[in-house]
């Protein structure tokens, strides 16, 4: 992301279970949504946000395992 100067970045099939968001070692913000029953791994979205877009951000809403809104 940051040699491409990219600041928000969609993942599909992620293949993480719940909802949240967690910052990584190096500033960004990853906001993921994924199935919620027991141990199934598949599906899933994420978005990673650089540093400075995280600070514009005004809400997320995990909807599905398919679809995450993010408010900037």
Request: charged share 25%; with cysteine; proline share 1%.
């Amino acid at each position: 992301m940051d040699r491409t100067n990219v600041k928000v970045l969609g993942l599909c099939e992620t293949n993480w279970t719940n909802k949240g968001s967690f910052q990584t070692h190096e500033n960004k913000l990853v906001l993921f949504a994924g199935k919620d029953e027991g141990r199934v791994y598949s599906h899933g979205v994420a978005i990673i946000l650089s540093n400075e877009t995280s600070k514009a951000l005004l809400g997320y809403s995990p909807i599905s395992d398919r679809l995450l809104k993010i408010r900037i």
